[in-house]
C-alpha cells in the first residue's frame, strides 16, 4: 500500500465534490456473457461460484480506483484487495462469511476457497476483517436486475461490493445479472465500465 499526495491526485476536485454528499454511495447492474466460464467449470468440476469469485477479484484489483481507501483523512491506494465472500453451509440456510487472498491459479483458488469455507467454524473470522476487503455475493435463486447492500453510514467507507445472480440461458448464451456498488469519492462509471470489460476478457479467454 501507499498514500497518494492530494495537492498533485488528479481526482481531488471530484474527491472534493463527492465528500460533500451524505450518502456518496451508488450501484450499477449489467448483465455478464458467462457461457465459457460455465462451461470451463462444469468440465473441470470447479465451483462457479468461487471461479466467478476470483475472476471478479483480478478484474477489480486491475482497476486503480478500487483499490483506494480513506484512513485518517489520508488518501490511500492498496496494492490488491482481498476477497471476502458469503457462503452457504451445506444443506442449511445459514451463511457464513469467508475471506482468503486470490492467489494462485483460477483452480487454486477454488479448491483453497472450498477448503477454508468447509473447515471454517465461525460465521465471521475477526482477524480477517481488515480495510482491504472486496466484499463478493451471490444470489443464485433469483436473475439479479439491481441490489444494494447493508453498511454504516460512513461516507470513508471505499470497499467496493459485488454481487451477481442465476445464470439464464438464451438462444446458446449464458448470462447473468451482476451489481457494483461503490463510492462515488473513488470510483465513477468509467471506472465500473473498465471493470465490466476487464471481467468479461477474462471471461471469454478461458477454453473448456
Not at 488528479?10 to 465534490?17: G, M, Q, S, T, V
Not at 466460464?37 to 468461487?50: D, K, N, P, V
Not at 489520508?74 to 458469503?86: A, M, Q, V, Y
Not at 462469511?97 to 483460477?106: A, D, E, S
Amino acid at each position: 500500500m501507499r498514500y497518494i499526495q492530494k495537492s498533485t491526485w488528479p481526482r481531488a476536485e471530484l474527491f472534493d465534490f463527492f465528500s460533500a454528499v451524505s450518502f456518496p454511495f451508488y450501484s450499477v447492474a449489467f448483465r455478464v456473457d458467462v457461457t465459457a466460464l460455465h462451461a470451463y467449470t462444469r468440465a473441470r468440476g470447479l465451483s462457479f461460484y468461487y471461479a466467478m469469485g476470483y475472476l471478479v477479484t483480478q478484474a477489480a484489483n486491475g482497476i486503480e480506483n478500487f483499490r483506494y481507501f480513506l484512513r485518517d483523512g489520508k488518501i490511500g491506494l492498496w496494492d490488491e484487495r482481498i476477497p471476502s465472500f458469503t457462503d452457504l453451509h451445506p444443506g442449511s440456510d445459514l451463511f457464513h462469511i469467508v475471506t482468503l487472498p486470490c492467489r494462485g491459479t483460477l483452480e487454486e483458488f477454488c479448491r483453497a476457497a472450498r477448503e477454508r469455507s468447509r473447515s471454517q467454524q465461525t460465521f465471521l473470522d475477526q482477524e480477517q476483517e481488515t480495510e482491504d476487503l472486496l466484499y463478493l455475493s451471490c444470489l443464485p435463486w433469483v436473475d439479479l436486475t439491481s441490489c444494494t447492500n447493508e453498511r454504516n453510514l460512513d461516507p470513508d467507507d471505499a470497499i467496493p461490493r459485488i454481487a451477481w445472480g442465476r445464470i439464464v440461458g438464451s438462444g446458446g448464451w449464458e448470462t447473468l445479472g451482476m451489481s457494483v456498488e461503490v463510492n462515488h469519492r473513488f470510483v465513477d462509471g468509467v471506472h465500473i465500465g473498465r471493470f465490466y470489460e476487464a471481467l468479461q476478457v477474462r471471461i471469454d479467454a478461458l477454453e473448456p
